[in-house]
């Protein structure tokens, strides 16, 4: 098996962990390009710069020494059985000039942006008229989307169907569901002490209004500090901000805590985060509604909720997810053989 990974050029939850996935099942056989840099343990950049302060994905691969050159003729030279283009909207320029020698079964396409949008449906490809007629991704190769909602679906109709309807459009064959994934190295082992109710970053304003010394915004400077913090209380609230998806839902998950995500129930079902419902977590609409929920849970059952949310986190792993991944492009090769060589 070999893999090229197109890398994007700044960090991008759902293209970065699923790369930390694949190269920690696959080692060497899954060539970044350009280096991945902010990866690996070898980035001596600081990683409080990057988004979301580094924690949880970055700096943690171990550097391989990797051929990275020739990229264009290898591909053209057919030595690699995946391809794959994360952040589609900003690789579209590879994605055109590789096409010839792309196909269904030796490319896949991750759409990991917060908008509903597919690829030369949003944004500059409506701007410029000369762009209208680019080749559509998701026609002819497996196309993962992380933000994907009826609205997703309407776009390809140009917005003709009234928004009501969207729901009842068929969807692409090609179009695949995707979320982000965690390292399983930052899932807790053993289920920690809990000295509080929430801890301090709070995302959603109208709850953090009543909770002491909360804040919105990013509320320590170090992984550590804001794991600890986590593993200390007993629920972490988390909400839709930009996407449906957040590494945030994850990280409450692997420290042990209770997520209480609002209005979790009106996510589409298509739309990432997949497996969270009221078996492993909290779904609430406002802080009275909120405690009223929290208020009726004994200590049983928040052990229950505290282990279902626990096993739906280890479910999605950047190994369990790059799994996925790989079974779905070769459904007859059984994972543990994906490590030899398929390309004669």
């Avoid at 991750?110 to 701007?127: H, V």
């Avoid at 479910?315 to 997810?321: A, G, H, S």
Wanted: some cysteine.
């Amino acid at each position: 098996m070999k893999i090229l990974f197109f890398t994007p050029s700044a960090p991008d939850y759902l293209s970065d962990s699923l790369f930390h996935g694949l190269r920690t099942l696959l080692g060497d056989k899954v060539l970044d390009y350009p280096k991945y840099e902010f990866l690996y343990k070898s980035f001596d950049y600081p990683k409080s710069e990057l988004y979301g302060r580094g924690f949880t994905l970055y700096g943690l691969l171990e550097d391989v020494s990797i051929n990275r050159l020739n990229i264009h003729y290898r591909v053209k030279d057919r030595r690699f059985d995946l391809i794959i283009f994360p952040s589609i909207f900003e690789y579209f320029g590879f994605f055109l000039e590789l096409l010839p020698y792309l196909n269904f079964y030796n490319t896949i396409v991750l759409d990991g942006a917060d908008s509903a949008k597919l690829y030369t449906f949003a944004g500059k490809w409506w701007r410029f008229p000369q762009w209208w007629f680019l080749p559509k991704a998701h026609t002819n190769f497996r196309y993962y989307k992380r933000e994907w909602t009826p609205e997703t679906i309407r776009n390809l109709w140009y917005q003709i169907p009234p928004s009501n309807l969207s729901r009842f459009l068929p969807a692409p064959k090609n179009l695949r569901t995707i979320s982000f994934s965690i390292p399983s190295e930052k899932i807790i082992t053993n289920l920690p002490l809990k000295t509080k109710l929430f801890p301090k970053h709070i995302v959603d304003p109208e709850v953090a209004k009543y909770v002491n010394e909360s804040v919105t915004s990013y509320a320590f400077e170090s992984e550590t500090d804001y794991y600890y913090d986590l593993q200390s209380s007993k629920y972490g609230i988390t909400t839709k901000r930009s996407g449906w998806d957040c590494l945030r839902h994850y990280e409450i998950a692997a420290n042990g805590t209770v997520p209480c995500f609002k209005d979790l129930d009106k996510k589409p079902k298509t739309c990432a985060p997949h497996g969270l419902d009221q078996s492993n977590c909290i779904i609430y609409r406002n802080y009275d509604d909120l405690m009223n929920q929290i208020s009726s849970i004994n200590d049983q059952q928040y052990l229950e909720l505290q282990k279902n949310s626990l096993n739906w986190v280890k479910q999605n792993t950047t190994l369990e997810r790059a799994k996925q991944v790989l079974t779905d492009s070769f459904p007859d090769v059984p994972i543990q053989l994906l490590s030899q060589d398929l390309v004669d």
